[in-house]
């Protein structure tokens, strides 16, 4: 057997075999509003009230994308094989949790989040749906939620950094927000499409500002207090493109037309 005879086999047992996580995956529309985003970029504390973002109406994925789908899309594009991606796109614990290029070492973790990828081939797998990562805002102002139950998320989302998950659960195996997306604390970290915009710049340094992540930051941020906004986006400002992680995945977001 031949190995494309072989990865159309394998898609077809993923495809009749039952997917173990309760809710249907696919794109939820996300209604335009505004968040108040954690930095300020005009020197924030006076101007306090004013500090908002708006969010254009736009798609995201209801769960992050698994390891079934991920295994899918490897499949058909075998330059994202973990013996085939350039170390340029991807670090070497790419995949590391799959036993080989086309096999989940357990087979338990196919409807778990895909981790162990990068920007770069997170990216091309949105890009061949014809999608696109979100943007920090648009992930943000998900999690925001309108502000429904903001001080429950911010515990929920500390307590998990304080104790992080083993391996990954199912998707959806928590609770929707109100905007029916699942997974967005609790689960894996997520790539977004601009995770470094927020990186601090000789820019910013030379101009005076605080840098949001040193010393006296939190006079320039909306929320002082939000803890988990400022690990998140310390987090994302460490990230570099290649870079791969066991608890880093994603989702995927569409503009709405």
């Not at 981790?115 to 999608?131: D, H, M, R, T």
């Not at 001080?151 to 959806?172: M, S």
Request: charged share 20%.
């Amino acid at each position: 057997m031949n190995d494309q005879s072989f990865q159309w086999l394998l898609i077809l047992f993923m495809a009749a075999s039952p997917a173990l996580a309760a809710p249907v995956d696919g794109l939820v529309l996300i209604q335009n509003g505004s968040y108040r985003p954690l930095y300020l970029e005009n020197g924030g504390a006076d101007n306090l009230k004013d500090q908002s973002t708006y969010v254009e109406t736009f798609w995201l994925d209801r769960v992050p994308v698994t390891n079934r789908q991920y295994l899918e899309f490897v499949a058909k594009s075998p330059e994202w094989k973990k013996s085939s991606v350039k170390r340029a796109f991807a670090d070497s614990s790419y995949l590391q949790h799959w036993s080989g290029d086309l096999a989940i070492q357990n087979l338990g973790e196919l409807d778990s989040p895909a981790v162990n990828v990068s920007w770069f081939s997170a990216s091309a797998y949105c890009e061949s749906l014809g999608e696109r990562l979100p943007t920090t805002d648009e992930w943000e102002y998900a999690l925001a939620d309108n502000g429904r139950d903001n001080e429950e998320v911010q515990k929920r989302t500390l307590d998990w950094y304080a104790v992080p998950n083993a391996t990954p659960p199912h998707v959806g195996s928590g609770s929707a927000n109100g905007f029916g997306i699942f997974d967005l604390v609790g689960s894996v970290w997520e790539w977004t499409l601009d995770f470094n915009s927020f990186m601090v710049s000789s820019d910013i340094r030379d101009s005076g500002q605080k840098s949001l992540f040193c010393g006296g930051g939190s006079l320039d941020t909306s929320n002082p207090k939000d803890y988990a906004a400022f690990m998140r986006y310390s987090y994302r400002a460490s990230l570099q493109g290649s870079f791969t992680g066991k608890n880093l995945g994603f989702r995927c977001a569409k503009d709405f037309k």
